[in-house]
């Protein structure tokens, strides 16, 4: 198995925005985007650090395990990824190692990555995260980025309406 560099480090957070006030305003990380994932019923801001990223979760759903871990630990480190140059050799040779894996095969995960965890028993308590680059991820993060916007208008048209609605019978009650 050979290991390409650390990807990033997941952090769990309840509120991005407020998460923001320290990784983005006090620390100087940059944003680069926020990627609704719904296959794995979260929102991520992504903040590049050199070759890595740090990435804070916010769970959408209260029946994942983003959101249990949140509940019962509360917000933080929640894992490290490692970017590996093939995944099913990777996971091969830790199976045959007798590592304990989460997924033996691996699944798509963000921007279309290969990714796989192995469970913290077998890694001295931390949750690790393998993933493998494929040629998808430009196409995947695109559609994930423009299904975002499109909520975000959708949403932002009907405040507008409502606004408007709301104007409209200030001015029928004027007369």
Not at 29 to 46: G, I, K, T, Y
Not at 75 to 96: N, Q, R, T, W, Y
Request: proline fraction near 4%; aromatic fraction near 4%; charged fraction near 25%.
């Amino acid at each position: 198995m050979k290991i390409k560099r650390i990807d990033h480090i997941a952090i769990v957070v309840d509120d991005i925005d407020n998460a923001l006030g320290f990784w983005r305003d006090a620390l100087g990380l940059n944003l680069s985007h926020v990627e609704d994932v719904p296959d794995q019923r979260s929102v991520v801001a992504f903040l590049p650090t050199g070759a890595s990223e740090v990435e804070l979760v916010k769970p959408t759903s209260r029946d994942t395990g983003v959101a249990r871990f949140l509940e019962k630990r509360g917000p933080g480190i929640h894992h490290i990824c490692f970017e590996v140059e093939d995944i099913e050799d990777a996971l091969a040779s830790l199976k045959a190692d007798g590592i304990r894996l989460i997924n033996e095969t691996p699944q798509i995960g963000t921007g279309g990555k290969k990714i796989a965890f192995i469970h913290p028993e077998s890694t001295h308590g931390v949750l690790v995260e393998l993933y493998e680059l494929t040629g998808q991820e430009p196409e995947v993060r695109l559609a994930r980025a423009r299904r975002l916007a499109d909520r975000v208008l959708a949403g932002g048209q009907a405040m507008a309406n409502s606004a408007l609605e709301f104007l409209r019978g200030l001015g029928g009650n004027s007369r």
